[in-house]
């Protein structure tokens, strides 16, 4: 089946404990993405990524990192992770070529 | 960077009826406009897209119109159905970027 997963699917954690939440599809696609979402503000990309070895900044990126050293992943890394860093975090992933964006089922990240 | 907005931010219909949900968006060089639903605790799910050199896209129940001109793009859901209660999102696309409107809830009111 044709999907992207993103694991944890819940997370709490406390200030400045770094951690990891991975992203992988199965798809074969160039574009991959990362989101954060917050009531009233939509989704907000942080980065992304067109390729391996390709990534950049999305609107928000401060406080994130990520990389992509192999196609079909592309893991989210909060070094320090803050309170304000509390959300929900959307992965996405395109085709090369194409639009449709196809989203992972979210992880919800509380930092204490 | 671009700004998108919604209006309305909240919409109650009665079902049956037609819903409208506009989606203004200020980078010219868009030129691909979909909009999401998501309900609650799920992930956005494309519902209908276009692009840019088409005006009007239609679906059984939902239908999309541009106006590239006005920089606005609008999403019609006819016959509402108490399943269509959600947050619907538009992310017009510029470049390699997505960027999502702040979201319309809509209620329908059986």
């Known amino acids: 089946e044709a999907q992207v997963t993103q694991n944890p699917r819940y997370l709490i954690t406390v200030t400045g404990k770094k951690l990891t939440v991975t992203c992988s599809q199965n798809?074969?696609?160039?574009?991959m993405s990362w989101y954060r979402q917050d009531p009233g503000l939509g989704l907000r990309q942080i980065y992304y990524?067109?390729?391996?070895?390709?990534?950049d900044k999305g609107d928000v990126p401060e406080g994130y990192k990520v990389s992509r050293k192999e196609k079909r992943n592309f893991p989210l890394i909060l070094e320090s992770p803050s309170p304000n860093q509390t959300s929900l975090y959307f992965c996405?992933?395109?085709?090369?070529?194409?639009?449709?964006?196809?989203f992972g089922p979210g992880t919800r990240l509380t930092v204490l | 960077g671009e700004n998108v907005e919604q209006h309305p931010s909240t919409l109650s219909v009665q079902e049956g009826d037609s819903a409208v949900i506009k989606c203004t968006y200020s980078?010219?060089?868009?030129?691909?406009f979909p909009w999401y639903k998501q309900e609650l605790g799920k992930r956005p799910q494309l519902i209908i897209d276009?692009?840019?050199?088409?005006g009007e896209k239609k679906d059984q129940r939902i239908a999309v119109t541009l106006n590239k001109t006005a920089k606005h793009f609008s999403l019609h859901i006819t016959e509402t159905q108490p399943e269509d209660s959600a947050v619907y999102f538009c992310?017009?696309?510029?470049?390699?970027?997505?960027?999502f409107g702040p979201g319309t809830r809509l209620s329908v009111l059986p």
């Open positions: 992310a017009p696309r510029y470049g390699q970027n997505f960027v």
């Open positions: 276009i692009r840019s050199n088409v």
């Open positions: 996405a992933s395109v085709r090369q070529g194409g639009y449709e964006q196809f």
């Open positions: 980078d010219s060089a868009s030129n691909y």
């Open positions: 798809m074969n696609h160039e574009y």
């Open positions: 990524s067109m390729n391996v070895e390709v990534t």
